[in-house]
């Protein structure tokens, strides 16, 4: 794909100084609808992205999704001289993201009040486990933790079993699409009055809402929310069901509508006079009932059969997909959620497409993550100004990349 900056951010710079993985993903949404982004990575050791996940040929193939969009600069901020080159590039910039510990910056003589001086109307946003203040503050943080902290391990699991963490960065990927909405914010603030402000983002507060309203259930009712694997405290039939072939679908009946037509189709419209029947909640309190009607029916037809049924009967239904079955889908190819893009050193790869779909500005990917401090002389050497010999100097001293 070309590099055209286009988009509803074009012509935004945004400077990427974090790492694994909320802050680099507000960064990929940025860059994927116009921004222009420059990952700032340490000059040797590099982002620890790059080492995270599965390679091919040796190339990261999670960082060539995580980083796409963005050029990449190798530097180092604990060398004053490194320091002083983020500052410049700074006052360039309308958005820096970060997710030092607290203090970091202010240490290096890049905190906000120093960035401003020179930029009034930049945008900090600063991603940290557990906030900028507060007695946990100083603590190291992955999503792991406020995972369990949040409620959400808790709430996932078999009843009789222990806590469930998810398989994937669940916290930290709600973090950064809450950060992309949060600069956005800060932005339209900025059309207004010019000035920029610091965001403030924890990786706690975005999957706390997230988990739902457990919060206000302990403080007005005083009960803690249970788990219940695959059913649900609000509706039922909902679970996964395995089909006669060995595959598995999902059902949700939220609607009153669809548990009625879910039952109707299993060759139980007998249930849907029962007085319980009437709500969400009180279906769910015969589940087990639902779910034997529903499960012997799905357990006696193949996957294709099923979904064929649910979709003829107007009710919702969803196959359990591995991720190679999730490419072939149609609704999938239809949208292009999963996009092709041409990568230099792999040729074309597969990754999924950008958030939304915007009329007017769509998001695009213009190229995948690239190799550590690959723009470093053209950003710093023909935009910034340094010279041949400064570059080699800084390099020398392990400042640059």
């Known amino acids: 794909m070309s590099e055209g900056n286009d988009g509803p951010l074009a012509g935004l710079r945004v400077l990427d100084a974090s790492t694994i993985l909320a802050g680099p993903l507000v960064a990929q949404v940025l860059g994927d609808f116009g921004a222009e982004v420059i990952k700032i990575e340490h000059p040797t050791r590099g982002d620890g992205m790059r080492g995270h996940g599965l390679a091919r040929d040796d190339q990261p193939l999670w960082w060539k999704m995580i980083a796409r969009n963005k050029r990449t600069v190798g530097l180092y901020l604990g060398d004053p001289a490194g320091a002083e080159i983020f500052r410049r590039l700074a006052a360039t910039a309308d958005v820096v993201i970060e997710n030092f510990r607290p203090g970091t910056l202010e240490r290096w003589g890049l905190g906000y009040e120093a960035l401003c001086a020179d930029n009034p109307g930049l945008i900090l946003l600063r991603v940290t ?4 203040s507060g007695p946990y503050a100083a603590r190291p943080a992955f999503g792991t933790l406020v995972e369990a902290m949040s409620g959400f391990a808790h709430l996932t699991g078999e009843p009789d079993g222990p806590p469930t963490l998810p398989a994937f960065g669940l916290a930290d990927s709600i973090a950064g699409m809450a950060g992309a909405a949060a600069v ?7 059309e207004k009055d010019g000035r920029g402000q610091e965001i403030d983002l924890d990786l706690l507060t975005p999957i706390m809402t997230a988990v739902g309203p ?3 259930y302990a403080d007005q009712l005083g009960i803690d929310q249970q788990r219940t694997g695959n059913r649900s405290a609000n509706n039922a039939p909902r679970n996964t069901y395995r089909t006669a072939d060995g595959h598995w679908v999902a059902i949700s009946t939220s609607a009153d509508s669809i548990a009625r037509r879910v039952l109707t189709l299993v060759g139980h419209p007998e249930v849907i006079d029962e007085p319980w029947f009437a709500t969400g909640r009180q ?4 589940a087990e009932l639902l779910d034997g009607y529903v499960g012997d029916w799905i357990g006696a037809r193949d996957r294709a059969e099923v979904l064929r049924a649910f979709e003829e009967a107007g009710a919702a239904v969803g196959p359990v997909y591995r991720p190679s079955e999730l490419l072939d889908d149609p609704q999938v190819r239809a949208l292009d959620l999963v996009t092709t893009v041409d990568d230099p050193d792999l040729g074309p790869i597969r990754m999924q ?7 007017r500005t769509p998001g695009r ?3 995948t993550g ?12 023909d935009e910034l100004g340094l010279s041949a010999a400064e570059l080699a100097e800084l390099r020398d001293r392990g400042v640059l990349g």
């Open 129 to 132: 486990g557990f906030g900028q």
């Open 184 to 190: 956005s914010m800060a932005l339209f603030q900025r």
């Open 214 to 216: 457990g919060v206000i």
């Open 283 to 286: 279906r769910a309190q015969h």
């Open 353 to 359: 497409n950008t958030l939304w779909r915007m009329s």
């Open 365 to 367: 990917i213009r190229f």
């Open 370 to 381: 690239r190799a550590p401090g690959a723009d470093t002389d053209a950003v710093l050497g």
